[in-house]
């Protein structure tokens, strides 16, 4: 019989995915609908998007929450909801942005307590400014990069599959099992693999290759672009199964 986390029945698998959710996307009732349901689910983090006008690291599907929440929130906004969503979300919350959105809706300001870590693609951040900082990490970075940078990491190492737009294609990549070598050399920090992850399978195969973690964060959003709700459920009912 296949098995997955539900209620409070949560399996060490869930406990190893992050997912990806834009604040307000689509809209709040069902943004706080999905969230509730990835709780019930025991997954253990939660990448809360925060949308700027150049996302220019993200494929089509992500661009478009962007498009369609930046008209909608301000720093105001963004600080009411984020109270919001750690008083139903327990486990790891990780800001994801770009240096715009740190700046827009002054994550700087928030109380620690509201988050656990950023994750921001471009600029420079320091440790001592924020809850936390995720770095992200590729077959690019440079042994004395991944050094520095490791050394200001918290919660867990974002480890690209490969090069590129988020939304790709897990199948052909495997650059990242090189990367996490290489990440083991500095540091015993989590290693969460993201881009090209879009079900069960996946998540499998990079934990089988030294991952510690998957990040889904497309494919998340092509569910809930569905408007179904039972479908995102028994999405997320796939995605945990042991």
Same mark, same amino acid.
């Given at each position: 019989?296949?098995?997955?986390?539900?209620?409070?029945?949560?399996?060490?698998?869930?406990?190893?995915?992050?997912?990806?959710?834009?604040?307000?996307?689509?809209?709040?009732?069902?943004?706080?609908?999905?969230?509730?349901?990835?709780?019930?689910?025991?997954?253990?983090?939660?990448?809360?998007?925060?949308?700027?006008?150049?996302?220019?690291?993200?494929?089509?599907?992500?661009?478009?929450?962007?498009?369609? $929440?930046?008209?909608? /929130?301000?720093?105001?906004?963004?600080?009411? =909801?984020? #109270? *919001?969503?750690?008083?139903? !979300? %327990?486990?790891?919350?990780?800001?994801?942005?770009?240096?715009?959105?740190?700046?827009?809706?002054?994550?700087?300001?928030?109380?620690?307590?509201?988050?656990?870590?950023?994750?921001?693609?471009?600029?420079?951040?320091?440790?001592?400014?924020?809850?936390?900082?995720?770095?992200?990490?590729?077959?690019?970075?440079?042994?004395?990069?991944?050094?520095?940078?490791?050394?200001?990491?918290?919660?867990?190492?974002?480890?690209?599959?490969?090069?590129?737009? $988020?939304?790709?294609? /897990?199948?052909?990549?495997?650059?990242?099992? =090189?990367? #996490? *070598?290489?990440?083991?050399? !500095? %540091?015993?920090?989590?290693?969460?693999?993201?881009?090209?992850?879009?079900?069960?399978?996946?998540?499998?195969?990079?934990?089988?290759?030294?991952?510690?973690?998957?990040?889904?964060?497309?494919?998340?959003?092509?569910?809930?672009?569905?408007?179904?709700?039972?479908?995102?459920?028994?999405?997320?009912?796939?995605?945990?199964?042991?």
């Amino acid at each position: 019989m296949q098995k997955y986390s539900s209620g409070n029945e949560h399996n060490e698998l869930a406990r190893k995915l992050a997912l990806y959710l834009p604040l307000g996307y689509p809209n709040w009732e069902m943004f706080y609908r999905v969230l509730q349901e990835i709780e019930g689910h025991g997954i253990g983090c939660v990448e809360i998007g925060l949308p700027v006008s150049n996302p220019f690291m993200d494929g089509e599907t992500i661009k478009k929450t962007h498009e369609l $929440t930046l008209p909608t /929130l301000n720093a105001d906004v963004v600080r009411e =909801e984020l #109270i *919001k969503v750690r008083n139903i !979300f %327990s486990s790891r919350i990780v800001l994801m942005t770009y240096a715009e959105g740190l700046e827009n809706f002054k994550i700087k300001e928030l109380p620690y307590w509201i988050y656990d870590a950023i994750l921001c693609v471009d600029g420079v951040q320091s440790r001592n400014d924020y809850s936390g900082i995720v770095r992200i990490f590729s077959e690019s970075t440079s042994d004395l990069e991944m050094e520095q940078a490791i050394n200001e990491c918290t919660h867990f190492a974002y480890v690209v599959s490969a090069a590129g737009k $988020t939304g790709g294609d /897990l199948s052909s990549q495997h650059a990242y099992v =090189e990367t #996490i *070598k290489r990440l083991r050399k !500095f %540091s015993d920090l989590p290693a969460f693999v993201g881009f090209g992850i879009k079900d069960n399978k996946g998540i499998k195969e990079v934990l089988s290759n030294g991952a510690d973690g998957a990040v889904i964060g497309s494919e998340f959003i092509r569910q809930i672009d569905s408007n179904n709700f039972a479908d995102i459920t028994e999405y997320l009912n796939s995605l945990c199964l042991r």
